[in-house]
């Protein structure tokens, strides 16, 4: 049985972990001296949140009904094909609108490779206008932390913690179904990565050897958020006996406005080591693309810049 630890104990250890790995956290690592094996893990999880911004376009053309059949049409598909993957049921989000109307829509899946055995959870990006309407809810909200003993005061924005708190049921139940012990790696792009960084927590907690490469992600929390998230790379305690984070990093166009977001001193931090590239297209849209920018700069991380971006459809 699990036994809670000294919270005395465990602030202090809290608190030393932080001062140790400060200096790892504010790392910035250009995209193209990135490993070959971050490399790799990048870019299966851009594949997959495209395949998962396609199924929006298709639940949006059908939503009566819907029955998702996973496609792929982002031209940079870094090798790989849907029927690499095995896609579980989708993860929908119930929530309220500003005039108190309940919304739903889909926005994650648990994806399996086929070869690998390897777990993906993944989350697409902003596309309705509720979408966009809570990614400006920027108020600091206080954030229920789901591992035992976390730091007080964690603070993370209320938009994003609402879309996410609609889904959260339906993931740790679909989680739950999966193999706990095991790696699971964690993305999503733009608002899909900020549900992704809320979902870090709730999957060590289950258990899970946790992996995250987000990419265009906006300030998720405050300091205390970021002091808190940085702790789950803590090894294996009595108060988390097998869940752990293990890499995290953000990639990052400089050009792209979103990851700035929320703007200013808003008391909001980033998570993660930023992986960066720079990609001027003049046209916001087209700098935050997760296909013609983010899956062009992947496969081609020496010169980023897609001369022939069009805005894709994902």
């Known amino acids: 049985m699990c036994q809670g630890v000294n919270s005395r104990n465990a602030v202090m250890s809290f608190d030393s972990y932080f001062k140790k ?24 999880c851009n594949f997959l949140v495209n395949v998962l911004s396609q199924m929006y376009e298709q639940w949006q ?14 031209l940079y598909d870094h090798g790989y094909q ?13 929530f309220a609108t500003p005039n108190g109307e309940l919304h739903i829509e889909p926005f994650g899946c648990i994806v399996k490779h086929n070869t690998s055995a390897h777990n993906y959870l993944i989350f ?26 976390p730091p007080s005061n964690i603070n993370d924005e209320k938009g994003w913690w609402t879309i996410f708190n609609g889904l959260r049921i339906s993931l740790i139940e679909k989680l739950r179904q999966t193999e706990t012990g095991t790696s699971l790696t964690i993305s999503g792009h733009s608002l899909g990565s900020t549900l992704a960084t809320l979902a870090i927590p709730e999957a060590i907690a289950l258990g899970f050897q946790v992996e995250h ?16 998230y940085e702790s789950l790379r803590m090894l294996e305690t009595s108060a988390r006996p097998s869940g752990r984070l293990h890499d995290s990093f953000r990639l990052v166009n400089a050009a792209d406005f979103v990851p700035d977001f929320p703007f200013g001193n808003t008391g909001f931090e980033h998570v993660g080591i930023r992986i960066f590239f720079e990609a001027r297209y003049g046209d916001e849209e087209k700098n935050h693309d997760p296909c013609c920018c983010y899956g062009y700069a992947l496969e081609y991380s020496g010169v980023p810049f897609n001369p022939d971006h069009e805005v894709s459809n994902a």
């Open 124 to 149: 697409r990006g902003s596309k309705s206008l509720p979408d966009f309407v809570k990614d400006l809810e920027i108020k600091l909200l206080p954030y229920p932390a789901p591992t035992l003993n």
């Open 213 to 228: 490469y987000n990419s265009a992600s906006p300030k998720v929390g405050d300091i205390n958020f970021k002091q808190y």
């Open 82 to 94: 849907v029927s690499d993957f095995s896609f579980g049921e989708l993860i929908w989000s119930e």
């Open 61 to 74: 053309e059908a939503p009566l009904g819907f029955k998702w059949i996973p496609t792929s049409t982002c």
């Open 21 to 44: 790995f400060e200096m790892k956290v504010f790392m910035e690592i250009p995209l193209k001296d990135l490993s070959s094996s971050d490399m790799a893990k990048f870019k299966a």
